[in-house]
């Protein structure tokens, strides 16, 4: 399949670009020229497709918001578990697990979240954080057409991550696990779903971002690189005033 090719072709650009750049402890502009191109051209889908789409999810009732964050975030432990257990955080992988198998089975799919009251708490892992974890740096800074700012390690990360995802092996992979399976467009469907739901969960910050910087671009990579750090260091705070950036 075409979406198959592509990740091919994405994972040995990474590979590359990982090995290419690996040894900068600091993140490095590299590419800074074609980022910046690739930058605007994603303002300009943001202000096209994505923000009105935002908007629009935004009026649907609170109830529906919550419960479709509650959903795609459960979706999300699925990452998280295996990461947990590559960087040794065997309490994390315990949480994690307890909180996907009571939201999917009491929380009726994930979209009630009564796990958090029986005190599992589930923090976002993936390949690019579990490298960090190890000590392999950032490399080179770049924005990558759509989905936005990354580094050459997280690139490397994002296309890994869909070889350890089993939300990815039953859908992109279309494998079956424990005779449960789905296509390209239940994945991509749900992480688009996830996108919204940040966008619209971010609006006021957005627009307070672009009004109150002197170089967006820069404003950007100095929010995505510190959020990288923080959940490398574990540190991130759940009351950070943009959520979850790898929604």
Known sequence: MCTKKTFKILFILALL????FSALKATEECFEGVSRSIFKFN??????ILEPI???????PAPVKKGTNNFTSNIATLLSIPNSLLQGNIKQVGHSTGSFLVNTTVGVLGFLNPAEKLG?????EDVGQTLGAYGLGPGCYLVLPILGPSTARDTFGLVADTFVDPFAHITIR????FGISGSDIDYFSVKGTGVVDFRANNL???DSLEE???????????????????????SISEDDEWGNLDN
Do not use: P, T, W
């Open 212 to 234: 109150n910087s002197i170089d967006l671009y820069s404003s950007y990579k100095s929010i995505y690189l510190q959020d990288r750090k923080n959940k490398i260091n574990n």
């Open 204 to 206: 006021s910050n957005f």
């Open 120 to 124: 599992f708490v589930s923090h976002k």
């Open 17 to 20: 670009n990982l090995f290419s």
């Open 43 to 48: 303002l300009a889908f943001d202000s096209a």
């Open 174 to 177: 279309e494998k079956e696990l």
């Open 54 to 60: 935002a908007k629009g999810y935004d009026k649907l």
